[in-house]
């Protein structure tokens, strides 16, 4: 491991803090985390902070036990956070509801006791799929609380994509709504549910929020309405080991089926509390709204989990910014008076493109910091967000970090110390975290140079492994460079040592910041009796990083048509969900492939994309130059281009 700061001397003046505790983190990484861990509290001490001896299955905070529950709640019902707002929740439709640590606390321990009484215990299975109403946050701490590791299902996944979860996570239990808001339109959940529960293994029971409290089949014995069952009590938390799973959460990767991703009891809470401290450094008096989904690792994180440890008030939103009007996020943030905003830069050039207008029609004094996740942010919206919604007097806190980190790894610090800001830099790593950037054949690039971007050291907030599958753990974060963490990111940098995030090194797609694997789609896609190949690439897209195309060939007997198209559509936002659904779908003779029968991804979007260069050699390294020719020809015909 290296030994070295991650900045230039040159910002040492403003920086002090920084450099202060990052030089701590790395020099001497045990007594730094054994004070970062007084963040929670623990009912027992750890022995150890860091157990390596089976890397990279790394052990945080070694023999300590804690609970996520207690933690976020517990600590504040005896002091003067107990009437501090929570969460301010606001509906698509209609008046806020306001809840307190106190009012929280009393429904999660009322929640974890229908789960006791329903027979769940710690270590078992509870699959959430809920929309962004109080009872999501409240489930996944109820589920805390009782040692239930919790797995989230984004409620935009389909019949299919849910029932794969259900299984993987081994649940026993559903924790769902009647329906969900949508842009004015209604949701059926429990219409998916139910043929999800068809196309998996089976579970116990099913617990129903009446949220939209439309007329829903109900099987006797197996569902229960949520009011039916909480019980106003009190539930003792499960004292939980530090590396006991606390959830679970699906991520796409470039092959197979959705990985799920472990988060543990211990490092998980130790990392999420002290990066949101670092980098936004929320204060007392502050709203914080992070308008994320709580279905993806965002809204775990910094929705629920870190605005919790630290005492913090948030806004929750139920429904789609710009709707029922493109200036909903400005109204929300005078009305209620957001100081603190985190989104995600699809969000920022979708509200851009509806113009200026929107935001002036809001006083948006109150913000003081801003922030983006998700993807790289491109210099003209970073410039929009930070004249036009901060008036140029917020900084721009960008963070870099993905499911698997468990929260930032690269990020500016408000807390530590502010570096000058670049457009489209998240600048620099947080404390413990050890960047580098490696060429192909793991030489180190040199500034300025594009490379994969690897961490070279184990932080708190890593995943425990991948959900019944350790080897994957190993196979796909640690083995193209023993050891080092890959990110699966392309990175520069710069002469200053700012990092420059430059989107995804394989096939995994962000569709609206939301990480798609193309391989699910083109599962989906050859799943229906029609399609015999199917080949998935992103298109960029100004707003959204990516849309999904895709390239099918159709099974014998069976003959192009528009009709077929719109079908295979309808069905896949069915089975997969609407998020999954490709925007554009060719129906095409045949698509080329390598002589191992590889489909040439790369070349038919090269193609499509009117991308093709003069060397073509580099498109495909299993193909010869011919081969490759044939193959554009084969597109091109399909396509007419
Ligand atoms: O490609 C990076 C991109 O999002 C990926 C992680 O996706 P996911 O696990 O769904 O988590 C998203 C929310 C943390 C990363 O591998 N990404 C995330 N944040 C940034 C980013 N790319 C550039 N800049 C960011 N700030």
Not at 68 to 80: A, G, K, P, V, W
Not at 569 to 591: C, Y
């Amino acid at each position: 491991m290296k030994d070295t700061l991650p900045v230039d001397e040159k910002y040492r003046i403003h920086m002090t803090k920084y450099f202060q505790e990052y030089e701590a983190s790395i020099k001497s990484t045990e007594n730094f985390w054994k004070e970062k861990a007084r963040i929670i509290d623990w009912f027992e001490p750890f022995s150890r902070v860091l157990d390596d001896s089976k890397k990279p299955f790394y052990r945080w905070f070694v023999n300590g036990k804690t609970n996520m529950s207690y933690n976020c709640l517990d600590r504040y019902i005896n002091n003067e956070k107990r009437n501090k707002v929570a969460y301010i929740w606001i509906p698509e439709h209609g008046e806020e509801k306001v809840i307190t640590y106190f009012g929280l606390y009393r429904r999660v321990n009322a929640l974890a006791k229908a789960l006791l009484n329903l027979g769940v215990k710690k270590g078992d299975g509870v699959t959430i799929y809920l929309p962004m109403i109080l009872e999501a946050p409240i489930a996944m701490l109820a589920c805390a609380r009782i040692g239930a590791v919790f797995n989230v299902v984004f409620s935009g996944f389909g019949e299919e994509a849910l029932a794969q979860r259900i299984d993987d996570s081994g649940s026993r239990t559903i924790i769902t709504a009647d329906g969900a808001y949508r842009k004015g339109k209604t949701v059926h959940l429990k219409k998916i549910v139910d043929a999800a529960i068809d196309l998996s293994r089976g579970v116990d029971n099913v617990i129903v929020v009446k949220n939209t409290k439309e007329n829903i089949k109900m099987e006797s014995g197996r569902d229960y309405y949520y009011d039916d069952i909480i019980e106003d009590s009190y539930v003792k938390p499960e004292e939980l080991d530090s590396s006991d799973p606390l959830f679970i959460l699906y991520t796409s990767g470039t092959t197979g089926k959705p990985k799920g991703i472990v988060h543990g009891n211990g490092g998980y809470p130790v990392w999420v509390a002290n990066t949101m401290k670092w980098a936004f450094n929320p204060g007392e008096e502050d709203r914080w709204w992070c308008a994320a989904d709580i279905g993806w690792i965002t809204g775990h994180s910094y929705i629920v989990f870190a605005p919790l440890l630290l005492g913090v008030t948030s806004i929750m939103y139920e429904g789609a910014i710009d709707y029922p009007k493109p200036d909903r996020m400005w109204e929300i943030v005078e009305r209620y008076g957001v100081n603190m905003l985190y989104t995600s830069p699809t969000a920022i050039r979708l509200l851009m493109k509806y113009g200026e207008k929107y935001p002036l029609m809001h006083d948006l004094s109150s913000l003081r910091v801003l922030g983006t996740v998700g993807e790289p942010i491109n210099p003209a919206a970073w410039h929009w967000f930070y004249e036009e919604i901060g008036k140029s007097r917020c900084p721009i806190i960008d963070t870099y970090w993905q499911t698997e980190t468990g929260g930032f790894t690269i990020a500016p610090s408000m807390a530590l110390g502010m570096p000058d800001l670049k457009p489209g830099s998240a600048t620099f790593p947080m404390p413990g975290i050890m960047p580098e950037i490696l060429r192909e054949d793991g030489t180190p690039a040199k500034s300025g140079e594009k490379g994969y971007i690897v961490l070279d050291r184990p932080w708190p907030g890593l995943m425990l492994t991948v959900n019944n599958d350790d080897k994957r753990y190993v196979d796909v974060y640690f083995s193209k460079y023993p050891g080092k963490y890959l990110m699966g990111d392309y990175a520069i940098k710069d002469e200053d040592d700012y990092y420059w995030l430059l989107g995804r090194s394989d096939e995994v797609l962000k569709v609206s910041g939301h990480r798609i694997g193309t391989i699910e789609i083109e599962d989906g896609l050859v799943s229906m009796k029609e399609v015999a190949e199917a080949a998935v690439f992103g298109k960029p897209d100004t707003v959204k990083g990516d849309t999904i195309i895709a390239f099918v060939t159709l099974k014998e007997g069976y003959e192009k048509s528009s009709e077929l198209i719109d079908s295979l559509k309808k069905r896949m936002r069915t089975e997969l969900g609407p998020i999954m659904v490709p925007e554009e779908i060719h129906i095409v003779d045949a698509l080329p492939k390598t002589r191992s029968g590889k489909i040439m991804r790369r070349v038919i979007k090269a193609v499509y994309l009117n991308q093709v260069t003069g060397d073509v050699s580099t498109l495909e390294n299993e193909a010869s130059v011919e081969e490759i020719q044939r193959a554009m020809d084969i597109i091109r015909k399909g396509t007419g281009n």
